[in-house]
């Protein structure tokens, strides 16, 4: 759960699945006569759209930090069996529905812990670094099935997508995280066909209004919306009040504008 302490000390509250179905829209605008659009299209879209559902158990009831009262930063959920396992539930869910879509989440489960797997320069940070025993259990079970199934495609496209879920989901993060502010991506792959790379420039020109530079949507402005929660105050006395200011929380939206 991404969690903005706010300067009234109200919390704005964003699901991991919410963060997910923003990718999901990201990377089904994604495409024009720059960039290459995802193929294959509904499978890869599919995977940015509930790439972080291994998330939805514990959204059905999050954790307060025992010191401070307030709920915990996604990177800072204690990671213990039950969350592993709901990872591996996940995981096994989709592929169950799509063995490519599947396969995408799974490497970007893993490479989580291991640097996005070399294939992002910029931003740093949002990577996992519990390296648990469970956690190593889990990344080689998790790494012998990609192999075991990348042997069935071919591994060019897989590659260029698994680059494109990173490139995607940090463009999440980026409007989940904070208020839109000056950044890049770097690397983005620009085609499927030869190894083209660009950087991806963000720069706000107001709350809801972000330039993309060079552009890579389909549509002239892409209109995206993430769903969150807002609650009165940021740190409770208990899990009980927590949880009921969670459930009774307003639900609005952030609609951003990318130009």
Not at 79 to 107: C, F, H, K, P, V
Not at 134 to 148: D, K, M, P
Request: glycine share 6%; net charge negative.
């Amino acid at each position: 759960m991404i969690v903005r302490k706010q300067g009234n000390d109200e919390l704005i509250l964003i699901g991991q699945t919410d963060h997910s179905r923003l990718v999901g829209q990201l990377a089904a605008r994604w495409g024009n006569d720059t960039f290459a659009a995802p193929q294959p299209y509904a499978s890869v879209v599919r995977a940015a759209a509930f790439h972080d559902y291994g998330w939805l158990r514990y959204e059905t009831s999050p954790l307060l930090h025992p010191e401070t009262g307030e709920p915990y930063q996604f990177l800072q959920v204690p990671l213990g069996t039950m969350q592993l396992e709901a990872y591996q539930w996940s995981l096994d869910w989709l592929a169950g529905i799509d063995r490519y879509a599947g396969l995408i989440i799974n490497m970007h489960r893993t490479g989580l812990w291991k640097n996005r797997y070399g294939t992002i320069t910029h931003p740093g940070g949002y990577n996992l670094r519990d390296l648990t025993p469970e956690v190593r259990q889990f990344i080689e079970r998790n790494e012998a099935w990609q192999g075991r199934e990348r042997a069935s495609w071919d591994a060019n496209p897989v590659s260029i997508n698994y680059r494109l879920m990173q490139v995607w989901d940090l463009l999440g993060l980026y409007f989940c995280c904070h208020e839109p502010y000056e950044d890049y991506i770097e690397p983005v792959p620009v085609s499927y066909s030869e190894k083209r790379e660009t950087r991806v420039t963000l720069i706000p020109l107001g709350p809801y209004h972000v330039k993309v530079d060079p552009y890579p949507f389909n549509a002239r402005p892409c209109n995206i919306q993430l769903a969150f929660k807002r609650l009165p105050k940021a740190s409770f006395e208990d899990a009980e009040e927590f949880h009921r200011a969670y459930f009774q929380a307003e639900n609005d939206l952030f609609r951003f504008e990318l130009l």
